[in-house]
């Protein structure tokens, strides 16, 4: 008897199925228009792309409004192109996409093509569409490929790829519709907020991107972040001091974990480290480890206790010159180059007094997550999305709509074989392989690891089966064989099959023998060249068929099941004939966690002989739920993870938009002013507290600190004295002070080389800031988890804590902006003069004639850099990091630095 539900949705459809049928009123208006756009000539298709952008930019029309025509000219623009004709579902996979969400679609029923509808639509709005995928090779191939459709419609297409000029990947940004990978989308969004003028930007906003194989994008390779790191400031003294305060402690100041290999101090450790850490100066008198601004010292703390306690010389490391070096716990063999991170290396240094080699800092840093939710309208596609919709809904805000395929399919999907050994599981993998590849059947083995695929591919050897073996590392090849692996008799081993992009076809690959005919001569006609192939691939296609189409012969579980359809979905394309079946054993990693044990005794109750598996679908259901619960604690973990970049993720939209803000402002005076202000009320509100009475004042104090941080000298001790002064009117005079030492420098320097200075100084000084702040939060982050213990929630204190550290950093931006511009000056003629005379003398120097023959050779030395030798000619007090002491050289002179060249090439340049 059928359920409630099931007879629910026989009568009413699932809301799936609502979906798709609500879009049918579109197609049929898509597909009215076709005779129409049939009509129209090559230069008439481009006319109607202007019509569209013109109505949409100007006119103010809706894009889906547009929608049916747009869809039309592009469909017929794909025919004339490509040859290919884009069926309903394809259609209704474009209109999905235009709307914001994810198309399920099979593999096979032509996602790249589907891709190209909504991407031209959204691209009339002028603001420039992403398509993005997950390796080089799809970006170029989609890009030259579907390149060919936007240019019939008269539209521009970019690749961004790695290592590209600035000026090709800015013009590849420019484009109407631009071609790239996830990780070079995210690293220049990265790369553009750590410029300082607006020209150098490559991106021109984030308006709306269609993510192929979207689930491998925004899930698998969203657990980690993207990373710009560099080297950070030389922090030696900290780990020396810190260092020495560990002998300090006893056995019963800490608790050592060796199961864990973990170390945490007891509660005692925690009182005594505080004592220790005030006399040592590490933490100042009243501060103590709990305090935001201790999370740095507290964390340098543990990472010392770790190295000491846990870290021991001869056994996980050796000091070979002057150097630590990491031993194998394996192999017992030294792992050179090889060095351990968040500053335990360092620790470890310092514990045996050898040089101490900076910390690589973060720089900048997002998640796949926060940079797709950039984007004002996101879609994607995949073949399989559906078992991770809540994710997608939850983190995205995107749908998943199952679009139907073009024809049934016919694939049988046979109950997994389970075997009680790895060996019998193998053993009966390589017999239906014989057995299939007998009857010249295609066979695409599914392996978990590149070992596993080797193992297989030995034991073929043995049999005297030819196969191939794709390798992850050559994208160019992968395709090609995977192109090759429905060919008559074809055995082909993968690790993978997400992300591909080339059908398996049977009988091989037409699009790719299209392809490349096209490619050796461009002035064939596509259809004469489809025509040609298909006739050549009809007979062995035939041939495959009668074999029973592609088997697809999967040797393990995956912990998701989108994997396995992933992999599953490969056969039984476009309506052909196929067959699936998963091979496993009681030794698989999934059958292992999850109650092999129980499973074990039912096969052996049962009697199992060697050999033989068990087949039921019982197993498969178990096996499923199995999958599910795992795919549901790794969302967890995903989402708890999200949850602590989110804090960082709203510091760092912060500080961005005020970066974009300065560059995009030809005036920043109002700011350094604000800033400026906000420092003097700072001041004054320390050295006078409101609603204090003036005996209780420190107009001493006021006077030294202006000095120091404002090189302002003013009688704060006669302004106090005077009847009926008050904060506020001590506060205003210094404001007017400050304005008029800075319309003094502004005078002497020019306006228009002040207002680039205050941007460049406000830049820097934002940069440095972010990237302490970078380095903080990642140190709050790994010991803010330890306050579970006491009954405070981790994310709760990481949010507050997080936002007491970004107030403190910009109040000490404030004050680092207000001192800089206050002790910047214009250098003298006499001192440029000096200068001058200076560098011609090292310039004059440098040219002389080698030493004669007969003197002594001089021991030979690293080659230096450019500019380590005219650095003995810098100008006086001069400072690489701070702009203050380079005077006020113009574009076209020579740079303050001593390197000889041109200020403008040099510390002037533009980064």
């Known amino acids: 008897m059928l359920g409630l539900g099931a007879i629910a949705r026989k009568v009413f459809g699932t809301p799936n199925d609502r979906k798709v049928k609500s879009v049918r009123p579109l197609v049929a208006k898509i597909n009215a228009l076709e005779p129409e756009y049939m009509a129209l000539s090559d230069e008439e298709i ?149 410029k300082s003028s607006i020209a150098d930007m490559a991106q021109r906003g984030h308006f709306y991107a269609i993510v192929d194989e979207v689930d491998s994008i925004l899930i698998d390779e969203a657990r980690t972040p993207l990373i710009i790191s560099g080297p950070s400031q030389d922090r030696s003294d900290l780990y020396q001091k810190v260092d020495t305060v560990i002998p300090f402690l006893t056995d019963e100041h800490f608790k050592v974990d060796e199961k864990a290999r973990n170390v945490t101090f007891t509660e005692e450790g925690n009182e005594a480290l505080e004592k220790v850490l005030i006399d040592a100066g590490i933490l100042t008198e009243g501060q103590n480890l709990y305090d935001p601004e201790s999370t740095t010292i507290v964390h340098h703390v543990n990472q010392a206790l770790r190295a000491h306690k846990l870290f021991h010389k001869d056994q996980q490391y050796i000091v070979r010159d002057g150097e630590v070096m990491l031993i194998d716990e394996f192999t017992g063999r030294m792992m050179k180059g090889r060095r351990l991170s968040d500053g335990l290396h360092q620790a470890i240094e310092a514990k045996e007094h050898v040089k101490i080699q900076p910390e690589n800092v973060t720089l900048a840093s997002v998640t796949f997550q926060n940079y797709f939710r950039l984007y004002e309208k996101l879609a994607g596609m995949t073949g399989t999305a559906s078992t991770e919709a809540e994710e997608f809904r939850e983190i995205y805000g995107l749908g998943v709509v199952e679009v139907p395929t073009n024809r049934p399919i016919q694939r049988i999907d046979e109950h997994d074989q389970v075997y009680r050994t790895a060996r019998e599981k193998f053993e009966g993998i390589v017999k239906s392989i014989k057995e299939a590849n007998a009857k010249g059947q295609p066979i695409l083995v599914g392996t978990t690891s590149i070992e596993k695929s080797e193992q297989l591919s030995e034991l073929l050897k043995k049999e005297g089966i030819p196969h191939n073996v794709l390798n992850a590392r050559q994208h160019e090849q992968e395709a090609q064989i995977v192109a090759d692996a429905g060919k008559l008799g074809a055995v082909t081993i993968a690790t993978n099959m997400a992300g591909r992009g080339t059908d398996i076809q049977l009988g091989g690959n037409v699009e790719m023998k299209v392809l490349e005919a096209l490619a050796a001569d461009p002035h064939l006609h596509p259809d004469e060249v489809r025509a040609r192939i298909e006739a050549e691939h009809a007979d062995e296609k035939a041939a495959v ?46 059958m292992r966690i999850f109650g092999s044990e129980r499973l074990d005794k039912v096969l052996s109750s049962l009697g199992m002989k060697e050999g033989e598996a068990i087949v039921h679908p019982w197993v498969n259901k178990s096996l499923e739920k199995a999958q599910a619960k795992v795919e549901g604690r790794n969302f967890d973990i995903r989402k708890q993870l999200l949850k602590f970049d989110d804090v960082m993720n709203d510091q760092r939209k912060a500080i961005f938009s005020q970066r974009l803000e300065i560059m995009q402002a030809e005036d920043v005076s109002e700011i350094a002013m604000d800033m400026r202000h906000q420092v003097i009320e700072d001041l004054v509100d320390q050295h006078l507290p409101p609603k204090s009475y003036p005996d209780q004042w420190d107009p001493a104090g006021l006077a030294a600190d202006l000095r120091e941080k404002m090189t302002l000298d003013l009688p704060i001790a006669n302004w106090a004295a005077e009847e009926g002064v008050d904060q506020d009117v001590i506060r205003e005079r210094i404001a007017e002070a400050s304005d008029k030492m800075m319309a003094e420098k502004t005078e002497a320097f020019g306006l228009a080389t002040m207002e680039n200075i205050e941007k460049q100084v406000l830049l820097q000084a934002i940069d440095g800031k972010w990237r302490d702040h970078l380095l903080r939060l990642e140190h709050l982050r790994s010991v803010v988890g330890f306050r579970g213990y006491a009954q405070r ?19 000490s931006l404030r004050q680092q902006v207000t001192e800089q511009l206050s002790r910047i000056r214009p250098i003298t003629k006499e001192e440029q003069e000096a200068m001058m005379r200076q560098m011609l003398a090292q310039q004059q120097a440098a040219s002389q004639p080698a030493v004669a023959a007969s003197a002594p050779a001089p021991a030979p030395v690293a080659p230096a850099p450019a500019l380590a030798a005219p650095a003995a000619v810098a100008m006086a007090g001069f400072d690489e990091a701070d702009p203050t002491t380079w005077g006020n050289p113009g574009r076209n002179d020579l740079c303050p630095c001593g390197s000889g060249e041109k200020f403008k090439h040099c510390h002037g340049k533009l980064v």
Request: proline share 2%.
């Open 46 to 194: 481009v006319a109607k792309t202007r019509e569209f952008q013109k109505r949409v930019q100007e006119g103010g029309e809706s894009l889906d409004d547009l929608l049916p025509e747009a869809f039309a000219n592009c469909r017929e623009a794909a025919r004339r192109a490509l040859g290919l004709r884009a069926f309903d579902v394809q259609l209704k996979g474009g209109i999905f996409l235009h709307q914001g969400n994810i198309s399920e679609m099979k593999t096979g029923e032509g996602k790249t093509l589907v891709a190209t509808f909504p991407a031209y639509l959204n691209a009339l709005a002028g603001k420039g569409v992403h398509v993005v995928t997950v390796n080089d090779y799809l970006v170029r191939r989609d890009a030259a490929w579907m390149g060919k459709i936007h240019a019939a419609l008269g539209m521009t297409t970019g690749v961004v790829v790695p290592h590209q000029e600035d000026a090709e990947k800015r013009a590849a940004y420019q484009a109407d519709i631009t071609y790239a990978t996830n990780n070079e989308l995210g690293f220049d969004y990265l790369r553009d907020n750590m």
């Open 545 to 590: 068929l009668a074999a029973g189409g592609l088997f697809v012969l999967a040797t393990e579980r995956h912990e998701s099941r989108r994997i396995d359809n992933q992999l599953r979905g490969r056969s039984g394309r476009q309506g052909d004939p196929g067959r699936s079946a998963f091979f496993l054993s009681l030794e698989d990693d999934l």
């Open 793 to 811: 929630d981790p994310l709760n204190e990481y949010k507050t804590e997080g936002f007491q550290l970004f107030e403190s950093m910009l109040n």
